[in-house]
């Protein structure tokens, strides 16, 4: 069914929710890939370049917050990657999606109200008006 | 690292595009940045275009945009004040050469030493002293230069997220501008603190007498300008980095920095470094490569001669509201809980940095109080033994050496047991100190009649214990 899973996740509780309907999915096809993606957003670099000692703690310290999810693919038992990307999170993840070619995209969503979607914009929306394989939001 | 080809030709479009976007947002900021150092609008812009023009083919880090700075701007104010410009352009130049000699000497392996405390700690002074650079511009004006100042705050935070090609503080500056024309409000403009000439620069040497008075006056502002000046290029070459996941040339861009400031002091240019906020806004805009940042000097030139005589109208108050916004944007937000989460010593570094830095309107000498700070405080940190006693065993924890020996020694100054063991395995010694407090406390405890046994030496600290002692290594 599907193979190649991307599974965009950003350190939410949200984003666990997605991590385990990704499983779900991933469990019911053999030799199925979990392609965690991490965007890193431009306006974090300032701060999060600021805040590490070293670009060896920077890198750590990103890592950590999918930690969580990592650790919830590897119990499952499913091969998994983790890719690290930078840039604005939602263009990211569709021009990563289109050019790996994935099977299908599972998001969490933040689940703004109405005024706030308005003024953040939703990346989920985004995401899933734009990649070219089905995806999946999960609430 | 990427090819010379390819850091040039590898992203045309993108880095033309972003390069005439970073122009835009240029111009406001080197005209702000020059009335902060007290000299012409020309003098920042001229070096904006200098300097942004030279690093393209000089610097170390592709995509990175320098040009006249605010960090700059506020050390070299008082030397403008009291000596005037031609001293501020051989302080330059000087500059330039201090620079080349410590990127030749390889400056940016001592950046690891600055600690990221006192980074913050710059930053945050840094953006607190631009703000209060922007006070006597709208204190005591008038109502009228309040609302100004609003309405621009309130274009350059609301009017991106509908209009994304064009920068936000231009749209602002062109729709104000237009409204103070049209409605004839009295209001300050750039033209009543200085002139805008439509000419290129041209080469001159300083006017300055060539002796050691000159010498002496300009010395200690050009070390400052040179330090504030890598400080802030390598830590802008760090964020590009990590934006664009690719590595630059450290060393060669602290030369290149020298370089570009070297040639911009002939050229009637104030000293610049790279800028944080432009370098994010080149990159955000699909800048790449260094053909994004020969494009910016370039088109910032050109749009200087072009529209020179508009420049001059350009209310005051919209300018102070760009550099609030420049303020906003530099400020590390996540200080307030770094004071709180991060280790006492860090955040006592942090603030100590902003403080000094205010009190001495030097962002030199507060980044180098608070790396001494801070290397007292890890010393001190480091210094701590812990020494846990099991029975007749004693466990060290920590490092042995010159600053940790004495709490060490001391424990040991109350000894009841008739034997006992010294277990080192957490522990290191890394001096003589070290070495000659653990062989202080076996002969003195044996002197008292206690068996005393020593284990758990590493390797390294035993090979220095028997070096040391002129024992043999038995091992």
């Known amino acids: 069914m599907y193979q190649y ?32 993606v991490y965007v890193v957003d431009f ?37 998994y990657k983790v890719t690290l990307l930078k840039g604005e999170p939602g263009p990211e993840i569709v021009r990563y999606a289109n050019e790996a070619n994935v099977d299908i995209v599972i998001i969490g969503s933040r689940g703004l109200n109405s005024l706030r979607e308005m003024v953040l914009g939703s990346v989920s929306h985004k995401v899933m008006k734009r990649v070219k394989c089905p995806a999946l939001i999960v609430k | 690292m990427q090819s010379l080809k390819e850091q040039w030709f590898g992203n045309i479009r993108g880095d033309i595009l972003s390069g005439i976007v970073v122009a835009l947002a240029l111009i406001p900021e080197a005209i702000a940045f020059s009335i902060i150092a007290g000299v012409d609008p020309m003098v920042g812009l001229y070096a904006s275009f200098c300097i942004a023009t030279i690093i ?24 403008v004040a009291d000596y005037g410009l031609n001293y501020l352009l051989a302080a330059t130049i000087l500059t330039g050469i201090v620079q080349v000699l410590l990127g030749v000497f390889g400056i940016a392996k001592l950046m690891r030493f600055i600690p990221n ?20 511009h709208f204190l005591g004006e008038g ?130 470094c790279a800028m944080i906020g432009q370098s994010v806004i080149n990159v955000k805009s699909g800048g790449r490569g260094r053909l994004s940042t020969l494009v910016a000097g370039l088109c910032l030139m050109f749009l200087i001669l072009v529209l020179g005589d508009l420049v001059v109208d350009i209310p005051m108050p919209v300018l102070v509201g760009i550099m609030i916004m420049v303020c906003i944007g530099t400020f590390d937000w996540g200080s307030f809980k770094y004071i709180i989460t991060a280790p006492r010593a860090d955040a006592v570094v942090m603030l100590v ?106 390797p390294a600290s035993e090979k220095l214990y028997n070096k040391l002692l002129g024992l043999s290594g038995g091992h």
């Open chain 1, 5 to 36: 899973i991307l599974l965009a996740a950003d350190g939410s509780e949200n984003a666990i929710r997605a991590a385990k309907e990704a499983i779900k999915l991933a469990s019911f096809t053999e030799s199925s890939l979990i392609d965690l």
């Open chain 2, 117 to 136: 405390a006192v980074m913050i700690g710059f930053v945050n002074a840094l953006a607190i002293l631009i703000f209060m650079a922007q006070v006597p």
């Open chain 2, 353 to 458: 940095t902003v403080a000094i830095v205010i009190y001495t309107d030097n962002l030199a000498i507060g980044v180098i109080i608070g790396v001494i700070l801070s290397a007292l405080f890890f010393v001190a940190s480091i210094s701590k033994v812990k020494i846990k006693e099991q029975g007749t065993t004693y466990f060290i924890e920590g490092p042995l050496f010159f600053a940790s020996t004495q709490s060490f020694i001391q424990a040991f100054e109350q000894v009841s047991q008739k034997e006992i063991t010294i277990d080192l395995s957490s522990s290191h010694l890394w001096d003589e100190s070290a070495v000659g407090a653990v062989a202080k406390i076996v002969s003195k405890l044996e002197e008292q009649g206690i068996a005393v046994q020593v284990k758990g030496l590493n």
């Open chain 2, 143 to 272: 109502w009228l230069t309040y609302v100004f100042i609003a309405v621009t705050l309130l274009i350059v935070y609301t009017v991106p997220r509908f209009v994304k090609a064009i920068p936000a503080p231009l749209i602002a500056i062109v729709v104000l501008t237009a409204a103070a024309f049209i409605s004839g409000a009295e209001l300050k403009t750039i033209g009543d603190l200085g002139n805008i000439t439509q000419s290129l620069p041209s080469f001159f040497i300083p006017d300055v007498p060539f002796n050691f008075e000159t010498l002496r006056i300009i010395l200690p502002y050009s070390l400052a300008l040179a330090v504030v000046g890598l400080l802030e290029s390598l830590l802008t070459s760090q964020i590009v980095d990590d934006m664009t996941d690719t590595k630059s040339d450290k060393n060669r861009e602290a030369r290149g920095q020298g370089i570009a400031n070297f040639v911009n002091g002939f050229f009637g240019g104030m000293a610049g």
């Open chain 1, 43 to 79: 306006e974090k670099s300032k701060s999060d370049v600021l805040h590490a000692a070293s670009p060896e703690s920077l890198e750590i310290g990103r890592r950590r917050k999918i930690a969580p999810i990592e650790q919830l693919i590897k119990e499952a038992g499913i091969t």
């Open chain 2, 56 to 79: 393209a083919f000089v610097g170390g880090r592709p995509a990175m945009i320098s040009a006249a700075t605010g960090a700059m701007a506020l050390v070299m104010a008082d030397l």
